[in-house]
Protein backbone atom coordinates (compact mmCIF):
# COMPACT_ATOMS: atom_id res chain seq x y z
CA UNK A 1 0.00 0.00 0.00
CA UNK A 2 1.24 3.26 -0.90
CA UNK A 3 1.23 6.30 0.89
CA UNK A 4 1.85 10.04 0.11
CA UNK A 5 2.36 12.62 2.72
CA UNK A 6 1.50 16.35 2.02
CA UNK A 7 0.96 19.09 4.66
CA UNK A 8 -2.08 20.51 2.00
CA UNK A 9 -4.45 19.37 -0.47
CA UNK A 10 -6.22 21.62 -2.91
CA UNK A 11 -7.60 21.29 -6.49
CA UNK A 12 -4.98 21.21 -9.70
CA UNK A 13 -7.55 23.86 -11.29
CA UNK A 14 -10.57 25.02 -10.33
CA UNK A 15 -11.94 25.12 -7.10
CA UNK A 16 -13.10 21.12 -6.27
CA UNK A 17 -11.03 18.17 -5.26
CA UNK A 18 -12.42 14.35 -5.02
CA UNK A 19 -11.19 11.80 -2.60
CA UNK A 20 -11.63 7.72 -4.32
CA UNK A 21 -14.10 6.81 -7.10
CA UNK A 22 -17.97 5.63 -6.54
CA UNK A 23 -17.73 2.52 -4.10
CA UNK A 24 -14.57 3.06 -2.70
CA UNK A 25 -14.49 2.85 1.27
CA UNK A 26 -12.49 6.32 2.70
CA UNK A 27 -11.45 5.33 6.79
CA UNK A 28 -10.85 7.53 9.18
CA UNK A 29 -9.24 5.76 12.22
CA UNK A 30 -9.80 5.90 15.68
CA UNK A 31 -8.20 8.63 17.54
CA UNK A 32 -8.26 10.98 14.00
CA UNK A 33 -10.58 14.33 14.12
CA UNK A 34 -11.64 16.01 11.37
CA UNK A 35 -11.98 20.05 12.36
CA UNK A 36 -14.63 21.57 9.97
CA UNK A 37 -14.00 25.24 9.41
CA UNK A 38 -16.31 25.52 6.87
CA UNK A 39 -19.97 23.91 5.50
CA UNK A 40 -20.01 20.42 5.39
CA UNK A 41 -22.91 19.00 2.98
CA UNK A 42 -24.14 15.40 2.83
CA UNK A 43 -23.31 14.08 6.05
CA UNK A 44 -26.79 11.97 5.87
CA UNK A 45 -30.65 13.06 5.28
CA UNK A 46 -32.70 16.02 6.95
CA UNK A 47 -33.92 13.49 9.43
CA UNK A 48 -31.06 13.40 11.02
CA UNK A 49 -31.95 16.87 12.70
CA UNK A 50 -35.12 15.35 13.99
CA UNK A 51 -36.20 13.04 16.44
CA UNK A 52 -38.87 9.64 17.33
CA UNK A 53 -40.15 9.80 20.54
CA UNK A 54 -40.41 6.01 21.77
CA UNK A 55 -40.00 2.83 20.01
CA UNK A 56 -43.14 2.77 18.25
CA UNK A 57 -42.62 6.24 16.68
CA UNK A 58 -41.87 5.65 13.08
CA UNK A 59 -41.71 8.79 11.31
CA UNK A 60 -39.26 11.07 13.07
CA UNK A 61 -39.90 14.51 13.28
CA UNK A 62 -38.75 18.34 14.98
CA UNK A 63 -39.53 17.93 18.49
CA UNK A 64 -41.82 21.27 18.79
CA UNK A 65 -44.05 19.68 16.19
CA UNK A 66 -43.91 16.57 18.36
CA UNK A 67 -44.65 18.16 21.80
CA UNK A 68 -47.22 20.19 20.49
CA UNK A 69 -49.02 18.08 17.43
CA UNK A 70 -47.97 14.60 18.57
CA UNK A 71 -47.85 13.48 15.68
CA UNK A 72 -46.79 10.17 14.24
CA UNK A 73 -46.88 9.53 17.97
CA UNK A 74 -48.57 6.52 19.43
CA UNK A 75 -47.41 5.43 22.70
CA UNK A 76 -47.94 2.28 24.54
CA UNK A 77 -45.44 2.06 27.72
CA UNK A 78 -48.32 3.21 30.12
CA UNK A 79 -51.37 1.64 30.92
CA UNK A 80 -54.49 3.29 30.89
CA UNK A 81 -55.46 4.42 34.84
CA UNK A 82 -52.19 3.99 36.15
CA UNK A 83 -50.47 7.36 37.67
CA UNK A 84 -47.08 8.46 37.93
CA UNK A 85 -46.12 9.33 41.83
CA UNK A 86 -42.05 9.05 43.30
CA UNK A 87 -40.29 6.69 45.06
CA UNK A 88 -38.32 7.07 48.30
CA UNK A 89 -35.71 7.63 46.04
CA UNK A 90 -36.89 10.23 44.00
CA UNK A 91 -37.38 8.11 40.43
CA UNK A 92 -40.53 7.97 38.97
CA UNK A 93 -42.72 4.97 39.41
CA UNK A 94 -46.55 4.15 38.44
CA UNK A 95 -49.23 3.23 40.26
CA UNK A 96 -51.02 0.54 39.79
CA UNK A 97 -54.48 0.70 38.55
CA UNK A 98 -56.80 -0.07 41.25
CA UNK A 99 -60.69 -1.15 41.45
CA UNK A 100 -63.38 0.29 40.06
CA UNK A 101 -65.04 2.23 43.59
CA UNK A 102 -61.31 1.99 44.81
CA UNK A 103 -59.54 5.38 46.56
CA UNK A 104 -55.86 6.62 46.16
CA UNK A 105 -54.34 5.90 49.71
CA UNK A 106 -51.12 7.19 51.39
CA UNK A 107 -48.48 5.11 52.36
CA UNK A 108 -46.84 7.72 54.06
CA UNK A 109 -43.57 9.58 53.02
CA UNK A 110 -40.92 7.79 51.62
CA UNK A 111 -43.04 5.43 49.20
CA UNK A 112 -45.60 5.60 46.79
CA UNK A 113 -49.43 5.28 47.14
CA UNK A 114 -52.01 2.78 46.64
CA UNK A 115 -55.36 2.42 45.38
CA UNK A 116 -57.53 0.51 48.11
CA UNK A 117 -60.97 -0.16 49.07
CA UNK A 118 -62.04 3.19 50.53
CA UNK A 119 -62.60 2.97 54.82
CA UNK A 120 -66.43 2.40 56.51
CA UNK A 121 -68.21 5.37 57.92
CA UNK A 122 -68.33 7.40 55.02
CA UNK A 123 -71.70 7.34 53.07
CA UNK A 124 -71.60 6.78 49.23
CA UNK A 125 -73.98 7.80 46.65
CA UNK A 126 -75.38 5.02 44.83
CA UNK A 127 -78.21 6.77 42.83
CA UNK A 128 -80.72 8.97 42.12
CA UNK A 129 -84.04 9.39 40.78
CA UNK A 130 -85.27 12.82 40.09
CA UNK A 131 -89.72 12.65 39.56
CA UNK A 132 -90.92 15.91 37.66
CA UNK A 133 -94.07 14.07 36.54
CA UNK A 134 -96.85 11.82 37.83
CA UNK A 135 -95.09 8.37 39.29
CA UNK A 136 -96.83 5.88 41.43
CA UNK A 137 -93.55 4.39 43.31
CA UNK A 138 -89.72 4.92 43.85
CA UNK A 139 -88.07 1.74 43.98
CA UNK A 140 -84.31 1.15 44.66
CA UNK A 141 -83.40 -2.74 44.44
CA UNK A 142 -80.42 -5.53 44.31
CA UNK A 143 -78.42 -3.29 41.61
CA UNK A 144 -77.56 -0.92 44.89
CA UNK A 145 -78.87 -2.49 47.98
CA UNK A 146 -75.70 -5.19 47.97
CA UNK A 147 -73.45 -6.41 50.53
CA UNK A 148 -70.70 -3.85 49.59
CA UNK A 149 -72.32 -2.05 52.06
CA UNK A 150 -73.79 -2.71 55.61
CA UNK A 151 -76.25 0.27 56.21
CA UNK A 152 -78.20 2.58 53.44
CA UNK A 153 -79.81 6.22 53.54
CA UNK A 154 -82.40 7.58 51.16
CA UNK A 155 -82.69 11.18 51.32
CA UNK A 156 -85.95 12.49 49.62
CA UNK A 157 -85.60 16.54 48.54
CA UNK A 158 -88.33 18.80 47.85
CA UNK A 159 -91.39 16.23 47.08
CA UNK A 160 -95.06 17.03 46.22
CA UNK A 161 -97.41 14.74 45.19
CA UNK A 162 -100.87 15.00 43.42
CA UNK A 163 -103.29 14.87 46.21
CA UNK A 164 -102.38 17.45 48.33
CA UNK A 165 -103.06 17.63 52.13
CA UNK A 166 -104.18 14.26 53.67
CA UNK A 167 -101.62 12.07 51.72
CA UNK A 168 -98.79 10.34 53.21
CA UNK A 169 -95.41 8.51 51.90
CA UNK A 170 -95.29 4.91 52.33
CA UNK A 171 -92.93 2.26 52.32
CA UNK A 172 -92.69 -1.36 51.51
CA UNK A 173 -89.82 -4.01 51.28
CA UNK A 174 -89.07 -6.85 49.26
CA UNK A 175 -86.46 -10.06 49.07
CA UNK A 176 -86.89 -10.95 46.06
CA UNK A 177 -85.43 -7.98 43.85
CA UNK A 178 -88.82 -5.88 43.94
CA UNK A 179 -90.63 -9.38 42.32
CA UNK A 180 -93.36 -9.06 44.95
CA UNK A 181 -92.96 -7.19 48.00
CA UNK A 182 -94.46 -8.17 51.81
CA UNK A 183 -98.12 -6.65 52.47
CA UNK A 184 -98.94 -8.92 55.26
CA UNK A 185 -99.76 -7.19 58.63
CA UNK A 186 -96.15 -7.88 59.77
CA UNK A 187 -95.37 -4.06 59.63
CA UNK A 188 -94.89 -1.92 62.90
CA UNK A 189 -93.91 1.91 62.99
CA UNK A 190 -94.48 4.65 65.14
CA UNK A 191 -94.26 8.51 63.80
CA UNK A 192 -94.67 11.98 65.96
CA UNK A 193 -94.73 15.82 64.21
CA UNK A 194 -93.93 18.50 66.23
CA UNK A 195 -95.67 21.37 64.71
CA UNK A 196 -95.33 25.14 64.89
CA UNK A 197 -98.46 26.13 66.47
CA UNK A 198 -96.94 24.42 69.94
CA UNK A 199 -99.13 20.82 69.18
CA UNK A 200 -97.53 17.19 68.62
CA UNK A 201 -99.51 14.44 66.57
CA UNK A 202 -98.67 10.97 67.53
CA UNK A 203 -99.12 8.16 65.06
CA UNK A 204 -98.28 4.32 65.34
CA UNK A 205 -99.53 0.50 64.37
CA UNK A 206 -98.55 -2.68 65.40
CA UNK A 207 -100.03 -4.31 62.45
CA UNK A 208 -100.08 -2.77 58.94
CA UNK A 209 -99.30 -3.74 55.09
CA UNK A 210 -97.13 -1.01 55.08
CA UNK A 211 -94.99 1.38 57.37
CA UNK A 212 -96.43 5.14 56.71
CA UNK A 213 -94.90 8.38 57.67
CA UNK A 214 -98.28 8.94 59.34
CA UNK A 215 -97.59 11.88 61.67
CA UNK A 216 -99.70 14.66 59.88
CA UNK A 217 -100.81 14.74 56.52
CA UNK A 218 -97.67 15.41 54.40
CA UNK A 219 -97.78 19.09 52.23
CA UNK A 220 -100.87 20.48 51.70
CA UNK A 221 -102.49 21.65 48.14
CA UNK A 222 -100.05 24.14 47.00
CA UNK A 223 -97.21 23.41 44.60
CA UNK A 224 -94.52 25.47 47.14
CA UNK A 225 -95.38 23.47 50.29
CA UNK A 226 -93.16 20.25 49.60
CA UNK A 227 -91.47 18.08 52.44
CA UNK A 228 -88.22 16.61 52.72
CA UNK A 229 -86.92 13.11 54.64
CA UNK A 230 -84.05 11.02 55.93
CA UNK A 231 -84.68 7.77 55.83
CA UNK A 232 -81.96 5.17 57.21
CA UNK A 233 -82.20 1.57 56.49
CA UNK A 234 -79.44 -0.54 59.00
CA UNK A 235 -78.11 -3.37 57.46
CA UNK A 236 -81.38 -4.75 55.24
CA UNK A 237 -79.25 -7.22 54.08
CA UNK A 238 -78.83 -9.31 57.51
CA UNK A 239 -80.49 -12.43 57.96
CA UNK A 240 -80.06 -12.49 61.70
CA UNK A 241 -82.49 -9.72 62.84
CA UNK A 242 -85.72 -7.93 61.78
CA UNK A 243 -85.54 -4.71 59.00
CA UNK A 244 -85.71 -1.62 61.27
CA UNK A 245 -85.79 2.04 59.50
CA UNK A 246 -85.47 5.62 61.15
CA UNK A 247 -86.72 8.47 59.56
CA UNK A 248 -86.94 12.51 60.17
CA UNK A 249 -88.76 15.12 57.67
CA UNK A 250 -90.17 18.41 57.45
CA UNK A 251 -93.04 19.83 55.96
CA UNK A 252 -95.63 22.29 56.03
CA UNK A 253 -99.50 20.29 56.61
CA UNK A 254 -102.43 21.35 54.83
CA UNK A 255 -102.02 24.94 52.86
CA UNK A 256 -99.30 26.18 54.86
CA UNK A 257 -101.09 25.98 58.13
CA UNK A 258 -98.70 24.37 59.98
CA UNK A 259 -94.87 23.49 59.48
CA UNK A 260 -93.73 19.96 60.93
CA UNK A 261 -90.86 18.29 62.23
CA UNK A 262 -91.26 14.41 61.94
CA UNK A 263 -88.85 11.81 63.87
CA UNK A 264 -90.05 7.80 63.97
CA UNK A 265 -89.26 4.91 62.60
CA UNK A 266 -90.45 1.52 61.26
CA UNK A 267 -89.65 -2.50 61.29
CA UNK A 268 -90.95 -5.42 59.41
CA UNK A 269 -91.28 -8.13 61.59
CA UNK A 270 -91.40 -11.74 60.06
CA UNK A 271 -88.67 -14.03 58.96
CA UNK A 272 -85.73 -13.37 59.87
CA UNK A 273 -83.75 -15.09 57.12
CA UNK A 274 -85.43 -12.65 54.58
CA UNK A 275 -82.54 -10.49 53.33
CA UNK A 276 -84.26 -7.36 52.36
CA UNK A 277 -82.77 -6.31 49.21
CA UNK A 278 -85.56 -3.73 47.54
CA UNK A 279 -87.58 -0.90 49.13
CA UNK A 280 -90.77 0.83 47.29
CA UNK A 281 -91.74 4.25 48.49
CA UNK A 282 -95.28 5.34 47.41
CA UNK A 283 -97.97 7.02 48.02
CA UNK A 284 -101.39 5.88 49.90
CA UNK A 285 -103.52 7.85 47.80
CA UNK A 286 -102.13 9.95 44.31
CA UNK A 287 -99.13 9.83 43.02
CA UNK A 288 -95.65 11.60 43.49
CA UNK A 289 -95.80 14.96 41.06
CA UNK A 290 -92.00 16.54 42.09
CA UNK A 291 -89.17 15.23 44.13
CA UNK A 292 -85.57 13.73 44.14
CA UNK A 293 -84.53 10.89 45.66
CA UNK A 294 -81.18 9.87 46.26
CA UNK A 295 -80.15 6.43 47.46
CA UNK A 296 -76.50 6.21 49.63
CA UNK A 297 -74.01 3.58 51.29
CA UNK A 298 -72.52 3.31 54.08
CA UNK A 299 -69.35 0.50 54.79
CA UNK A 300 -68.29 -0.41 57.52
Not at 192 to 197: E, H, N, P, Q
Not at 248 to 272: D, E, H, I, K, Q
Request: contains cysteine; negative net charge; proline residues 2%.
Amino acid sequence: MSQIEVDKIIPQSGTSTQLGESGDTITIPAGATITNNGTANGFGSADTEKVKVSANDTTAGFLNGKLVAGTNISLTEGTDGNIISYDASGNPVAVATGSAGQVLTSAGAGAPPTFADASGGAYEKLVTTTISGNTSTVTFNSTYITSTYRDYRIIISDCHHTTGGGAYPEMQISADNGSSFFTASNYRYAMRAFKSDGTTNNQASNGTGEIRFSADAISGNESEEKSSFIIDMFDPLSTASYFTMAITGMFYATNGNLVCGMYGGGSYRASVSSAINCVKLFMNTGDWNHGTFTLYGRKI
